[in-house]
Nanobody, 115 residues
Framework: QMQLAESGGGLVQPGGSLRLSCRAS????????MSWYRQAPGKERDWVAT???????NVADSVKGRFIISGDNEKGTIALQMSSVKPEDTAVYYC?????????WGQGTQVTVSS
């Protein structure tokens, strides 16, 4: 079945930038939506941003104006450009893809914002 692989996580200083990428493989069904989620220690997984098959994007209020999602659902690739990062952005970031009947998750990539 479809697999998602994230890359680009790491340690970044407050106010800095980081770019996450996600690539889908073994794609056998149309991808309708691709998204980023994140989960901080001891907290639930939260939605961050979405890219629809039509190219429409949406981001959570907590990252609006700082994070940008881009990509191509048809090719199974998305990216998350993170700017002006804050310590509260520290989390494991997960790539998500949805077909008409299934949801798929990547293994996650750690982002740590610290000086």
């Amino acid at each position: 079945q479809m697999q998602l692989a994230e890359s680009g996580g790491g340690l970044v200083q407050p106010g800095g930038s980081l770019r996450l990428s996600c690539r889908a493989s073994r794609v056998t069904v149309p991808i309708l939506v691709m998204s980023w989620y994140r989960q901080a220690p001891g907290k639930e997984r939260d939605w961050v941003a979405t890219l629809t098959e039509s190219g429409h994007t949406n981001v959570a209020d907590s990252v609006k104006g700082r994070f940008i999602i881009s990509g191509d659902n048809e090719k199974g690739t998305i990216a998350l450009q993170m700017s002006s990062v804050k310590p509260e952005d520290t989390a494991v970031y997960y790539c998500h893809a949805a077909s008409a009947t299934m949801n798929y998750w990547g293994q996650g990539t750690q982002v740590t914002v610290s000086s």
